[in-house]
């Protein structure tokens, strides 16, 4: 009986040992492939992405909602002054600069999810001249658009399938996290095995010079161009995808990557490394290196999704390195010149109602100063305000560059009652020639409105 016993245990043991080794070897196999260990990465770049962008969920208030705000910039530029003293094209730019100084943007977004309606209002002037007065409207599947100074009515600008998409389960925040997560997900399916080259290396990790295996991907025009097309195909394959794009663009069908369009010149290309460690290829360094013709500029990054430093490498010479810290609510980087002297920082922090992004530097001798702050005030159940303000400074040898602030503010809550004539609305087809050349036309005659005096 024990010698029964002992076999049927020794069989167990001889299974179990079996099995181990088949997962082991199937897990090895696969943490080696090129692509496994670029998706940890990507996946790390998505994850940290969504974190310092997406919206907190007490500021969703659904897919009904009024937004009703104000928008106010100020700028100044000691630098385009000069140069519009003896160049018509800076002319344009200070005009640009006064107009903007001096205009007063209101606007106003309506959704109503269950009346499948939403309005966009934009008001914006000057003392003297009306730059933009226009609203975009959705109604029974129907849109229409009326532009101050070009139409008197509003124009029937054909079927709309916006609201197709959005009801109890799929809301616009759900849509838009589907298509990030299905975006990244393509971008990793689409890397090749054929698009990567493994070594075996020595390469400096810190101050110790390591053996390890080098992870290339090398993109040329072409396979961002054969990447950028599978990721589409993909978005067009998938029944969700797009019916989310198909709502927002019509045309999405018949989308295409421009082939003529050139991404990277004929000698130009953008190598992705990752330095991983012989055993378990966990990822030690990462580098980007642009080449293009003679030229060759690198990022290296030491470290790990917690800390480490950033190295941006000129024709093989280090020209700055960054000391990197990042945790959920805050992204910390010290900047120092090629001998390790301190010439600037910037700070990302976020808590439950604000979020603050601060930085200087000093390079060869320009100055850079940004401040952007976004506050939620006066907070309830279903309505808040923000306040967004961005200062931007940049001089060049004592010169004023840009020195400029630009303020966001804004309310919501989550109600909407809109109201909106469309008894005279006018078909496109029936506008004249010169309407419609407008109308397609309509950011080239803004940007004319602001760049006249």
Not at 21 to 32: E, V, W
Not at 55 to 67: C, S
Not at 228 to 244: F, H, M, P, Q
Request: hydrophobic share 30%.
């Amino acid at each position: 009986m024990k010698s029964k016993v002992v076999i049927i245990l020794f069989l167990i043991l001889i299974v179990f040992v079996a099995f181990s080794l088949i997962y082991t070897g199937i897990y090895f196999d696969k943490i080696s492939k090129p692509n496994y260990i670029y998706s940890q990465g990507i996946d790390i770049i998505k994850n940290q992405s969504k974190n310092i962008l997406e919206l907190n969920p007490k500021y969703d208030l659904g897919d009904t909602f009024t937004i009703e705000g104000t928008y106010k910039s100020t700028t100044k530029s000691e630098y385009v002054y000069n140069k519009s003293k003896t160049d018509p094209e800076y002319v344009k730019k200070l005009n640009m600069i006064n107009n903007s100084n001096n205009l007063t943007t209101t606007f106003k977004i309506s959704e109503n999810a269950k009346e499948e309606s939403s309005l966009l209002e934009v008001i914006s002037k000057t003392n003297t001249k009306d730059i933009l007065t226009a609203k975009y409207y959705i109604n029974n599947s129907t849109e229409y658009l009326l532009v101050n100074g070009i139409v008197k009515n509003y124009v029937n600008e054909g079927s709309s399938n916006y609201f197709e998409i959005l009801d109890e389960e799929n809301t616009t925040k759900s849509n838009i996290n589907y298509l990030y997560n299905f975006i990244f997900e393509s971008l990793k399916n689409n890397l090749k095995e054929d698009y990567f080259e493994i070594y075996n290396t020595n390469t400096n990790i810190g101050l110790n010079n390591q053996e390890v295996n080098k992870v290339t991907l090398e993109l040329t025009d072409k396979r961002v161009k054969e990447i950028l097309n599978n990721i589409l195909k993909d978005l067009k394959s998938d029944e969700k995808a797009y019916k989310i794009l198909s709502s927002i663009d019509e045309n999405f069908k018949s989308t295409k990557v421009n082939t003529k369009k050139k991404y990277l010149k004929n000698k130009e290309t953008i190598t992705f490394s990752i330095y991983t460690s012989k055993l378990f290829n966990n990822p030690l360094k990462y580098e980007i290196v642009h080449l293009n013709g003679d030229k060759k500029d690198s990022l290296v990054y030491i470290g790990n999704d917690k800390k480490g430093t950033f190295s941006y490498i000129k024709d093989n010479e280090v020209k700055y390195s960054m000391d990197t810290t990042i945790t959920d609510k805050k992204i910390t980087l010290d900047i120092k010149d090629t001998v390790g002297k301190k010439i600037g920082n910037l700070a990302y922090q976020k808590d439950e109602n604000t979020m603050s992004i601060i930085g200087n530097v000093e390079l060869d001798k320009m100055t850079y100063d940004i401040n952007y702050s976004s506050k939620y005030k006066d907070i309830k159940k279903n309505s808040y305000s923000n306040e967004k303000i961005l200062q931007i400074k940049i001089m060049d040898n004592l010169i004023s560059k840009i020195d400029g602030e630009y303020v966001l503010n804004y309310t919501v809550n989550n109600k909407s009652k809109i109201e909106e004539d469309i008894s005279t609305a006018l078909l496109k087809s029936t506008l004249t020639e010169e309407e419609n050349k407008k109308l397609d036309n309509l950011y080239d005659i803004v940007k004319e409105r602001l760049e006249s005096k």
